[in-house]
Structures are given as C-alpha cells and as structure tokens.
C-alpha cells in the first residue's frame, strides 16, 4: 500500500506564496498515476484544486485563476504545488490523493494546513 505525505504547508500573509509536496512512498507505479491537490475549510465541501494525470495535463479549479501551478518530479515520486496571490479564502487543509490504477479509491494524505492572515 503506497503512503502519501504532504508537506510544505504554514502562515503566510496574504498575496504570499508557497509551495506544497505531496512525496509517494511504497509504489513503482508513480508515473502513471493520477494525483490531485484538493482543499477543505471548515464548514466547507472539499474542493479540487489541481488534478493532473501521467501526462502532466492538468486541470485547476474555478478559483484558482491563474495563480497556482501544479507539476511532478516522477525520479523523486513527488508533486508540487507552487500557489502564488494567496488570499484569505485559500485558508484551508490541502491534501494530496494518489490514484492507480484509474477507477480506484486511491490513498489520501493526511494533509497540510495552509493559512493565509494578517
């Protein structure tokens, strides 16, 4: 069973930036998979924030809006997510699933809380 292991997460002002690492452990399988970043505030759904499949396509959620950039490194089994703008409303726990083969459950990290504040 591969383990999925965010980091990268913290307090930034607003209109800073960070970047997020998703690491999968337990798997040979990495560069075929399909990996998502999604987010949850609370008293919010869970929302997708960047999905992207072995071939490095990508697809963002509405709000993002051009200021998060999603990419892997398939040598070190590890996704980034580089977001930039941060605002308030980003404030939430992101976390990192892990999906192969296609049409499984996948495995989800335990997440990273990100907090954007003043």
């Known amino acids: 069973q591969e383990q999925v292991v965010e980091s990268g997460g913290g307090l930034v002002q607003p209109g800073g930036s960070l970047n997020l690492s998703c690491v999968v452990s337990?798997?040979?399988?990495?560069?075929?998979?399909?990996i998502g970043w999604h987010r949850q505030a609370p008293g919010k759904e869970r929302e997708m924030v960047a999905v992207m499949n072995s071939a490095g396509n990508t697809v963002y959620g509405d709000f993002v809006n051009g200021r998060f950039f999603m990419s892997r490194d398939n040598t070190k089994n590890t996704v980034y997510l580089q977001m930039n703008n941060l605002q308030p409303e980003d404030t939430a726990v992101y976390s990192c699933h892990y999906r192969f083969p296609r049409n499984t459950p996948g495995s989800w990290g335990q997440g990273t809380q990100v907090t954007v504040s003043s």
């Open positions: 337990g798997t040979i399988r990495f560069p075929f998979a399909v």
